[in-house]
């Protein structure tokens, strides 16, 4: 039984139920990446809410999902719809902001994080937030770029 074998982890209240018998998007994120490769095609032929689409859509996979209620079927489609979308902008984002920070000479420091930053939402979320933060602080200041401030405020160039 898989409850011997994987921690059931339950989503966050921010994922809304949308089938009675809809499974956890962790779990099967554990699933996906347990028994396929990234750019594999997962396939569920009684998808429900979706949540298994989201997940391989989540962990770089291939989703294609069958569901005969078309209640159910509308209500999928919109999640992944914005799944996918939310995915396409952070790539697109984080795309943006890499290529102003290789013009102003950051992207050594950023280089041991790229393949963290594909690999967990979560990661990816905070360096969004951190490049934002960043990026807002060398637009306020950009005759700074290019120094670097310790605790102690002197500044050496870099």
Not at 82 to 93: G, K, L, N, P, T
Not at 142 to 151: H, I, R, T
Request: hydrophobic share 40%; proline share 3%; aromatic share 8%.
């Amino acid at each position: 039984m898989i409850f011997n074998c994987i921690d059931w982890e339950r989503d966050d209240d921010l994922v809304r139920k949308l089938h009675p018998t809809q499974k956890p998007v962790k779990l099967l994120k554990k699933l996906i990446e347990i028994f396929t490769d990234e750019g594999d095609i997962v396939i569920d032929p009684c998808a429900g809410s979706g949540s298994t689409l989201v997940a391989a859509l989540e962990m770089k996979r291939k989703a294609y999902g069958f569901e005969i209620k078309k209640d159910f079927h509308k209500q999928a489609s919109e999640w992944v719809d914005v799944v996918r979308q939310r995915i396409a902008d952070i790539d697109e984002y984080m795309n943006q902001e890499l290529k102003l920070l290789a013009a102003i000479g950051i992207m050594p420091v950023l280089a041991d994080f790229l393949e963290d930053l594909n690999e967990d939402k979560a990661f990816r979320t905070d360096m969004k937030i951190a490049t934002q933060n960043l990026i807002g602080q060398i637009r306020k200041y950009p005759n700074e770029v290019g120094k670097l401030y310790g605790l102690d405020g002197v500044s050496d160039e870099w």
